[in-house]
């Protein structure tokens, strides 16, 4: 979470926990979920998630402070109480291969408007202006290696592999059981391996391109349509007089956005005066060496609530899951 932000968990989440075989699949199914997950929980709904460096007037729990490695990992419980009258307001989470969070219990805390804070969230064409994108590769540092003390690679970005992870599952229910194609570029680089690997071989295929703020209008005959998401609403990019039978593919906006408008860079160092158009002359962050891989449980967590996985052809991707994590896809 960037600072200042925050997001809303509409399902139950944190303790108590049930295994799928103590769940009716009706029961399941009221709740949005159509195929086996390892556990549900039944916990409280409305959970808020804010970035750790946003909390304020809290303690730790010792006695709820269990991680596996390097910090906490929230299984225990609240690990935060109030300062003033101890009673436990939140769960922070920020052990190793975790996303840091803190996630605020929500029979326990109420949200509250902020005196002079603008309410009103931007527009499209505001965000538009911004062009805010995310970059598809960063550095992640580590210890040990090849060598004594720290040292860095650069990688896809953990936020590319969530984010992804997300729109795979949408693009495979969307499909019908049929290929899909998506836009050339990063795009294919990102998407097409796998949906060559999940979805059967033939035509005629589907094609998905990508539609949202300061893209030409889509094509009337198009079904899939790969779109960005409001980061303060939430809400998924919809094209004006468009059919909304049309299922959105979401992609956070910095994602989309790099997708569509990839930021342009040199290959090598440029000498002498700066030509136009070009903004820096120092070359592009390296491409990693590795494939991109999907993020498992975000594509698991998305495929399982929605109503296209009751199809036969789909279950039977999501039980090979495991299979295709082997082949690197996730």
Same mark, same amino acid.
């Given at each position: 979470m960037e600072t200042g932000t925050f997001a809303v968990e509409p399902e139950p989440s944190g303790p108590p926990w049930r295994r799928w075989e103590e769940i009716d699949p009706d029961e399941a199914a009221a709740r949005g979920i159509y195929a086996p997950v390892h556990f549900l929980s039944d916990g409280a709904p409305g959970a808020v998630v804010i970035a750790p460096g946003d909390i304020r007037g809290t303690v730790l729990i010792p006695e709820k402070c269990g991680g596996y490695c390097c910090g906490l990992d929230g299984a225990d419980g609240p690990n935060l109480a109030c300062e003033t009258c101890g009673l436990p307001v939140a769960t922070r989470i920020d052990d190793c291969s !975790?996303?840091?969070?803190? #996630? !605020? *219990?929500p029979e326990a805390v109420r949200r509250r408007p902020v005196d002079g804070a603008d309410a009103a969230p931007l527009s499209w064409a505001d965000l538009a202006a911004e062009g805010r994108s995310t970059p598809p590769f960063e550095p992640i540092t580590g210890w040990g290696g090849p060598q004594l003390g720290s040292h860095h690679w650069w990688s896809w970005s953990p936020q590319w592999?969530?984010?992804?992870?997300?729109? !795979? *599952?949408?693009?495979? *229910?969307?499909?019908?059981?049929?290929?899909?194609?998506?836009?050339?570029?990063?795009?294919?680089?990102?998407?097409?391996?796998?949906?060559?690997?999940? !979805?059967?071989a033939g035509p005629p295929a589907r094609r998905a391109v990508l539609a949202g703020p300061g893209l030409p209008a889509p094509e009337a005959d198009l079904d899939i349509l790969i779109v960005p998401v409001h980061p303060q609403?939430?809400?998924? #990019?919809?094209?004006?007089?468009?059919?909304?039978?049309?299922?959105?593919v979401p992609l956070p906006l910095g994602v989309w956005w790099w997708l569509a408008f990839p930021e342009p860079h040199l290959h090598a160092p440029a000498s002498g005066v700066m030509p136009d158009g070009v903004l820096r002359d120092d070359p592009g962050a390296p491409h990693p060496r590795s494939l991109f891989r999907?993020?498992?449980?975000?594509?698991?967590?998305?495929l399982v609530r929605l109503p296209a996985v009751r199809s036969q052809w789909l279950r039977e991707s999501l039980e090979k899951l495991t299979q295709d994590m082997r082949t690197r896809l996730f």
């Open positions: !975790l996303w840091q969070a803190v #996630w !605020l *219990a592999e969530a984010a992804t992870g997300r729109a !795979l *599952a949408h693009l495979l *229910a969307e499909s019908g059981g049929r290929p899909v194609t998506v836009p050339g570029g990063l795009s294919t680089e990102v998407f097409q391996r796998g949906l060559d690997t999940l !979805l059967p609403t939430g809400e998924n #990019w919809a094209p004006p007089n468009r059919d909304a039978t049309v299922h959105p999907h993020d498992a449980a975000v594509f698991h967590h998305t």
